[in-house]
């Protein structure tokens, strides 16, 4: 991040998040070898209710030094712990399991050694983590022609969410981004639905795969954009489609998911 900018006007205040929630960790999987599937539970998951597809849920981390859980407080711009720290809080894709009342499910993409891929597979069951959401999901346009989307393997829930609840009477083109075709995954079909998986050549610099998609798409007048995955590939697909295309800004919703080393 850059330095500071002085400003004679007032701060901006975020509004702030729902409060966390105490989980337990109650199993893993692996839906693909890049892949850690956890799976939470706990008595505050009853009432929690995700009605936005693609929408977003915090996980809270113990501190990888000591293994404590510290619930953050917010401060009107930031969680921060006692001793002014940041905590560790990375943000996912919630998933409802089929048939599960309260558990809830996070997919965690093993982006080497990310604060969030270490936890997920050295955690023991019964660990404990906190959430705090959900935040907004994606609200489909009544007025769109088609929709187009674009993620990584992070943003595969989401994709698979959206291609669910979008209207089947529009044309859906996703283009997914993988680092190997074991990353493929099964995904919702009905007509009108067009995937392409591209695989990452190896030493490409995440979002290559899906920027050259973008690039190659066209854009037909009322086509409505949603992409997620790497936090400087998803500004680099905002510069193309805001300044290259003159797309309108209101047509997107470009989300950044991770970044590269952390």
Same mark, same amino acid.
């Given at each position: 991040?850059?330095?500071?900018?002085?400003?004679?006007?007032? &701060?901006?205040?975020?509004?702030?998040?729902?409060?966390?929630?105490?989980?337990?960790?109650?199993?893993?999987?692996?839906?693909? #070898?890049?892949?850690?599937?956890?799976?939470?539970?706990?008595?505050?998951?009853?009432?929690?209710?995700?009605?936005?597809?693609?929408?977003?849920?915090?996980?809270? $981390?113990?501190?990888?030094?000591?293994?404590? @859980?510290?619930?953050?407080?917010?401060?009107?711009?930031?969680?921060?712990?006692?001793?002014?720290? &940041?905590?560790?809080?990375?943000?996912?894709?919630?998933?409802? *399991?089929?048939?599960?009342? +309260?558990? @809830?499910? @996070?997919?965690?993409? *093993?982006? =080497?050694? %990310?604060?969030?891929?270490?936890?997920?597979?050295?955690?023991?069951?019964?660990?404990?983590?906190?959430?705090?959401? #959900?935040?907004?999901?994606?609200?489909?346009? %009544?007025?769109?022609?088609?929709?187009?989307?674009?993620?990584?393997?992070?943003?595969?829930?989401?994709?698979?969410? @959206? *291609?669910?609840?979008? #209207?089947?009477?529009?044309?859906?083109?996703?283009?997914?981004?993988?680092?190997?075709? !074991?990353?493929?995954?099964?995904?919702?079909? /009905?007509?009108?639905?067009?995937?392409?998986?591209?695989? $990452?050549?190896? =030493?490409?610099?995440?979002?290559?795969?899906?920027?050259?998609?973008?690039?190659? +798409?066209?854009?037909?007048? %009322?086509?409505?954009?949603?992409?997620?995955?790497?936090?400087?590939?998803?500004?680099?697909? /905002?510069?193309?489609?805001? !300044?290259?295309?003159?797309? !309108? &800004?209101?047509?997107?919703?470009?989300?950044?998911?991770?970044?590269?080393?952390?």
């Amino acid at each position: 991040m850059g330095g500071s900018v002085a400003s004679d006007g007032p &701060r901006r205040v975020r509004r702030e998040p729902p409060p966390f929630r105490m989980v337990s960790l109650v199993g893993t999987e692996r839906p693909t #070898p890049h892949v850690v599937r956890v799976v939470f539970d706990g008595p505050d998951l009853h009432n929690l209710t995700v009605d936005e597809p693609a929408a977003s849920i915090r996980l809270l $981390l113990p501190s990888p030094e000591t293994s404590d @859980l510290e619930v953050p407080v917010w401060n009107g711009n930031e969680f921060l712990l006692a001793n002014g720290e &940041r905590p560790t809080i990375r943000t996912f894709t919630p998933i409802r *399991l089929p048939g599960a009342t +309260s558990e @809830l499910a @996070l997919d965690v993409v *093993l982006h =080497g050694s %990310g604060a969030a891929s270490n936890w997920a597979t050295s955690a023991t069951i019964g660990a404990p983590a906190a959430i705090s959401g #959900p935040g907004r999901g994606y609200v489909a346009d %009544g007025d769109a022609s088609s929709f187009l989307l674009v993620g990584d393997e992070s943003a595969v829930p989401a994709i698979s969410q @959206l *291609l669910d609840a979008l #209207p089947a009477e529009h044309p859906i083109s996703a283009g997914i981004e993988v680092t190997s075709p !074991d990353a493929v995954r099964e995904l919702p079909q /009905r007509p009108m639905i067009e995937v392409e998986w591209r695989v $990452l050549a190896e =030493g490409s610099l995440p979002g290559t795969e899906q920027f050259d998609y973008v690039r190659t +798409s066209t854009l037909e007048p %009322g086509v409505r954009i949603w992409a997620a995955g790497e936090a400087a590939a998803m500004q680099r697909i /905002r510069r193309h489609l805001f !300044d290259d295309r003159g797309v !309108d &800004r209101s047509s997107t919703m470009v989300r950044g998911y991770w970044k590269l080393g952390s």
